[in-house]
């Protein structure tokens, strides 16, 4: 009977390391919370930035250079998550979203 129990506790211990192995491994990728707040801007921009030149409300050297802008920070995003497990620190986050606010404030003026 002692037996039995400490195979079954044996078991159980392996398929939980198995289990926090595999969850470590997919838990932090794009759809992370700060990354994903962070992306959903950048696409957020793009659209008002199309916007406003269907509008007529912006020339089309104004878009090309918020467009720039805006990849520039998606480069820096991806940079900044393959240095941290594919995660982006708050510090990071924050760093990335005075950037966007920086394009933002300049889409619709």
């Known amino acids: 009977m002692h037996n039995v129990a400490y195979k079954i506790a044996a078991v159980a211990a392996l398929a939980l390391s198995f ?14 919370p700060r ?5 959903h801007r950048l696409v957020n921009q793009d659209r008002r930035i199309h916007q406003e030149v269907r509008e007529g409300e912006m020339p089309h050297a104004e878009a090309a250079r918020l467009h720039r ?3 520039r ?18 510090r990071e986050d924050y760093v990335l979203n005075q950037q966007e606010n920086h394009v933002s404030r300049q889409i619709g003026q």
Do not use: L
Request: aromatic letters at 2%; a negative charge.
């Open 19 to 32: 289990a926090g192995t595999a969850s470590a491994q997919t838990h932090w990728d794009a759809t992370h």
């Open 35 to 39: 990354r994903a707040e962070v992306n």
């Open 69 to 71: 802008d805006d990849h």
């Open 73 to 90: 920070i998606r480069q820096e995003e991806r940079a900044m998550a393959t240095q941290d497990g594919s995660h982006i620190t708050r």
